[in-house]
């Protein structure tokens, strides 16, 4: 895929990018202050795109779902708090600026004993339920 390089940028409080009559906003993304425009947890909120993929941001407390994705890649970074990643032969504890990568197909388990807020990335086609449909599967997510 041939991207064409930029005709014009220009600096007006945000940048813009102007690639062959498409315009696209360069934003700078400040963490925190996403992080503070929700509460719920196991909610995850769209925060910026990167090619087929989201970068999303989620509030995690309590016990999630083991699922798996099937066909994705998954990545978890503990941008607040600490994190448990259960796998069935083992689990996988994260801390703050720590992160890891689960692979497709690998049946896993987010907790959290208190709030933790992460940044995840991960393919636009992933369901963050993966293969288990319950009430907390969300179809649509919104974005911060």
């Known amino acids: 895929m041939n991207i064409a390089p930029p005709v014009?940028?220009?600096v007006t409080g945000r940048k813009r990018l102007v690639r062959r009559g498409e315009k696209k906003m360069l934003e700078k993304v400040n963490i925190a202050e996403k992080l503070g425009l929700f509460d719920e947890h196991w909610s995850p909120k769209i925060a910026g795109?990167?090619?087929?993929?989201y970068v999303k941001l989620v509030k995690f407390r309590g016990e999630f779902v083991w699922h798996q994705h099937e066909t994705?890649?998954?990545?978890?970074?503990v941008v607040k708090g600490n994190i448990k990643i259960k796998l069935r032969d083992g689990d996988l504890s994260l801390g703050e600026g720590e992160f890891v990568v689960i692979p497709r197909g690998v049946e896993h388990m987010p907790v959290a004993e208190e709030e933790a807020h992460v940044l995840l990335f991960e393919a636009k086609t992933v369901l963050n339920t993966g293969d288990v449909r319950n009430e907390r599967t969300l179809t649509e997510l919104e974005r911060v």
């Open 49 to 53: 795109e990167v090619g087929d993929s």
């Open 72 to 77: 994705e890649d998954e990545m978890f970074l």
């Open 8 to 10: 014009s940028v220009r």
